[in-house]
């Protein structure tokens, strides 16, 4: 990993409070839409890690060796898909192409396995709840002057990040900063 560097955590006035700033997403453009949730999960990174980190501490004291079972499983599948579609040209052009129907099919096929295994409950509010607050904020929040000169660092490679790597395995580096 070449210049690797972490994320600042983004103060909660920004994040959350007063100064940020929320708005619907326009439904009929999908490519801004797509646009401003992986732009805000570069900026806001840091923030959204802490966030699922919470909520995985609080699911993680009541039920452990669920949570760690529901881990697992996602990392596995999800490092299964990466793999796929780096070594099947059909998996690679679905994920370019779908990113969202790529993200459903982990969490769908983590879902299933989960339920066989008898750890869904604790998927659904340890592992998924989490990503779906995180993609709700992402996808309301407008972005900022700073939000996009901190992006545009990222996009061009000055900057590597966690986000921007998981971003980059699910094909959509092409996306960010633009």
Known sequence: MVDFQPPPLRTLDDFLLSSARFSLPDVRNLDRWNNRIINNLLYYQLNYFATASAFLVIVGYFQTLKLILGAAVVIIVFLGFVWAAEN???????????????????????????????????????????????????????????NKLENKLESIGLKRTPMGLVLEALGQEQEAGS
């Open 88 to 146: 099947k040209a059909v998996i690679r052009r679905f994920r370019r192409n779908h990113p969202s129907l790529s993200l459903a099919a982990i969490l769908g096929s983590s879902y299933l396995f989960l339920s066989v295994l008898g750890g869904v409950a604790v998927f659904l509010f340890g592992i998924a709840f989490p990503i779906l607050m995180i993609l709700v904020h992402a996808s309301v929040r407008l972005r900022s002057l700073k």
